[in-house]
Every structure is written in structure tokens, then in C-alpha cells.
């Protein structure tokens, strides 16, 4: 069974940093691109970063470019996010996911605020 | 900076036939997009139905299919349920190698 588990969420002041983990089980993870989708509150959902399977590209969306950087473990199965010059408007349920097969974790809540 | 779009909302009658679309503010929807589907009810995440254009995901019932309809992707859901009341989201792969969402419908059931 495919699982991906996010943590590292927390409630951070602006100008903050924090980093996301994502713990993948269940399929062959240096096999598959991954990405970093968030959803604000009352909000839609938005793709902030994909990687690829080796880590030799890296892809962002406009709103965290140069803040954001996406990275990867395929030694521990793990995916990374790390946050740096956090704003309010970064507050967020942030979920790992394979978008192209459809395999999402249930997300950790990124909350930026003095 | 290419806009994915959908309908804002949409409703169906209880066993009705409803099809979602989802297009972009320049060009056409192809399957190089990867079109996927997801639906998303609120506290939750979201549960794929439709990946690459029309797989269907493990455990999706076969009432909601994926194509290209036009120059859009489409999902289409047929005898729509009471518990398919929710939003649905799609996601293009654009060129640039970031993926993109569309701002989701909300399907209402009455």
C-alpha cells in the first residue's frame, strides 16, 4: 500500500523558516517525480514545488521561488520542503503527492503568525 | 501565466449525468497535460479519481470517467449520488515542469 507521511508542521512567526518531511512507503520511490501542494484556508489547491527522481531538476511556483527549496532522500525514502522568509500568506495544509499517478499523504499544517 | 480553468459550480439532480470541464486561458487541453481529477470534500484531502486523462484510480467507481472533450479535459460523472456533493479540482502538467490546479468546482446534488 502506497502511504506518504508528512510532519514538521508547526506554527512559525514571519520571517520564520521551517522544514517539511515526507516519509513514502509502498511503491518505488526514486522511481517517481514528487511535489509540495498546499491548500490555504476556505482556499484551492495550489502546486508549490516538483522534483525530480534523481533531484537534478527542481521546479517552483512563482509565489515561493528563491524562498522555497525542494530536495530529496532516495537513500530514506524521504521528500523535503524547506521554508525560509515565511509570510502569512504561506499558512497551509501542505501535502507531498505524486501528481501524475494520484498518491497524496494527508497533509501537515503550516501556520505563520506573530 | 497560464490559468487553469473550470466552472465555478455546477449541479446535478440526484442520478443525473454531470460532465466537469477543465481548459486553459490559451491553447488546448491534450493528454500531454496528464489531466488528473480529484475531489475533495472539506477537513480532507484530496482523493484521486482520474489520472492521466481517464485512469482510474484504485477504488473509484466506474460512474466517473475521464476524457478530452473539445479542447478540455472533462470528468463525468453518471448517476450522480448524494455523497458525490463536493469540490473537484484538476491539475494540468504544463511544459515548464511545475504542475497546475484549476480553482475547483463545487458540485452540488439536488
Known amino acids: 500500500e502506497v502511504q506518504l507521511l508528512e510532519s514538521g508542521g508547526d506554527l512559525v512567526q514571519p520571517g520564520g523558516s521551517l522544514r517539511l518531511s515526507c516519509a513514502a512507503s509502498?511503491?518505488?520511490?526514486?522511481?517517481?517525480?514528487l511535489s509540495w501542494v498546499r491548500q490555504a484556508p476556505g482556499k484551492g489547491l495550489e502546486c508549490v514545488s516538483v522534483?525530480?527522481?534523481?533531484?537534478?531538476?527542481?521546479y517552483y511556483a512563482d509565489s515561493v521561488k528563491g524562498r522555497f527549496t525542494i530536495s530529496r532522500d532516495n537513500s530514506k525514502n524521504t521528500l523535503y520542503l524547506q521554508m525560509n522568509s515565511l509570510r502569512a500568506e504561506d499558512t497551509a495544509v501542505y501535502y507531498c503527492?505524486?501528481?501524475?499517478?494520484?498518491?497524496w499523504g494527508q497533509g501537515t499544517l503550516v501556520t505563520v503568525s506573530s | 501565466q497560464t490559468v487553469v480553468t473550470q466552472e465555478p459550480s455546477f449541479s446535478v439532480s440526484p442520478g443525473g449525468t454531470v460532465t466537469l470541464t477543465c481548459g486553459l486561458s490559451?491553447?488546448?487541453?491534450?493528454?500531454?497535460?496528464?489531466p488528473s481529477w480529484y475531489q475533495q470534500t472539506p477537513g480532507q484531502a484530496p482523493r484521486t479519481l482520474i489520472y492521466?486523462?481517464?485512469a482510474r484510480s484504485s477504488g473509484v467507481p466506474d460512474r466517473f470517467s475521464g476524457s478530452i472533450f473539445g479542447n478540455k479535459a472533462a470528468l463525468t460523472i453518471t448517476g450522480a449520488q448524494a455523497d458525490d456533493e463536493s469540490d473537484y479540482y484538476c491539475?494540468?502538467?504544463?511544459?515548464?515542469?511545475?504542475?497546475?490546479f484549476g480553482g475547483g468546482t463545487k458540485l452540488t446534488v439536488l
Open positions: 503527492a505524486n501528481l501524475q499517478y494520484g498518491f
Open positions: 509502498g511503491f518505488t520511490f526514486s522511481s517517481h517525480a
Open positions: 522534483i525530480s527522481t534523481s533531484a537534478g531538476s527542481a
Open positions: 490559451s491553447g488546448s487541453v491534450s493528454t500531454s497535460y496528464y
Open positions: 492521466s486523462t481517464n
Open positions: 491539475v494540468l502538467y504544463m511544459v515548464s515542469g511545475i504542475w497546475v
